[in-house]
Nanobody
Framework: VQLVESGGGLVQPGGSLTLSCAASGLPFSKYDMAWFRQAPGKGREFVAWIGFSTYYGHAVRGRFTISRDNAKNALYLQMNNVQSEESATYSC?????????????????WGQGTQITVSA
């Protein structure tokens, strides 16, 4: 199984960015997917989940949108109005469908992450 994130980089505060996660080696459409992020010196934080519906962490609700294209085995995260405190490594993760979960331990596969730096 491979999950490979892309789309990270430098973005200005208030700007937008779209992350992608390419999945292979698993029946992608049968897995729930999520985005997490980890800032330097901090623990991993849940960002968004997509399964039978979508769910967002409180900090990103209304600004980020998670979506997927099962035909392309791809997961996306559209990020709008990003803030400097959201600089982090963003990782996608896959779990066998169990319903909504924001817990790292419930995810079976992880990507290596893509770095986002929010700075003027």
């Amino acid at each position: 199984v491979q999950l490979v994130e892309s789309g990270g980089g430098l973005v200005q505060p208030g700007g937008s960015l779209t992350l992608s996660c390419a999945a292979s080696g698993l029946p992608f459409s049968k897995y729930d997917m999520a985005w997490f992020r980890q800032a330097p010196g901090k623990g991993r934080e849940f960002v968004a989940w997509i399964g039978f519906s979508t769910y967002y962490g409180h900090a990103v609700r209304g600004r980020f949108t998670i979506s997927r294209d099962n035909a392309k085995n791809a997961l996306y995260l559209q990020m709008n109005n990003v803030q400097s405190e959201e600089s982090a490594t963003y990782s996608c993760a896959a779990s066998s469908p169990m319903g909504l979960t924001t817990q790292e331990k419930d995810y079976d596969y992880w990507g290596q992450g893509t770095q986002i730096t929010v700075s003027a």
